[in-house]
Nanobody, 109 residues
Framework: QVQLVESGGDLVQAGGSLRLSCAASGIIFSVMGWYRQAPGKQRELVATITRGGSTVYTDSVKGRFTISRDNTKNTVDQRINSLKREDTSVYYC?????WGKGALVTVSS
């Protein structure tokens, strides 16, 4: 059974940085990703990464978000720089149909 556990969510000031981490156990699939859901909005894709390190980012986070992966530790991280208030969301780790429970990131002005 696949389990995904996110960590690193926090309350941060706008302009700050944060690193989210996702620890995966069970069958590890090639593509893993981060999604987010802001209050009152639909969940959206943030970034994905393949086992080989190929990445895809949604346009709104390009240049500020960096997804990375450690295949030996089965972790997927998301580094977020220059945080904006609109980055306030619950961030979820996902692989195929499996989701983590999410990590809350709140950005204050």
């Amino acid at each position: 059974q696949v389990q995904l556990v996110e960590s690193g969510g926090d309350l941060v000031q706008a302009g700050g940085s944060l690193r989210l981490s996702c620890a995966a156990s069970g069958i590890i699939f090639s593509v893993m990703g981060w999604y987010r859901q802001a209050p009152g909005k639909q969940r959206e894709l943030v970034a994905t990464i393949t086992r080989g390190g190929s990445t895809v980012y949604t346009d709104s986070v390009k240049g500020r978000f960096t997804i990375s992966r450690d295949n030996t530790k089965n972790t997927v991280d998301q580094r977020i720089n220059s945080l904006k208030r609109e980055d306030t969301s619950v961030y979820y780790c996902k692989t195929t149909m499996y989701w983590g429970k999410g990590a809350l990131v709140t950005v204050s002005s």
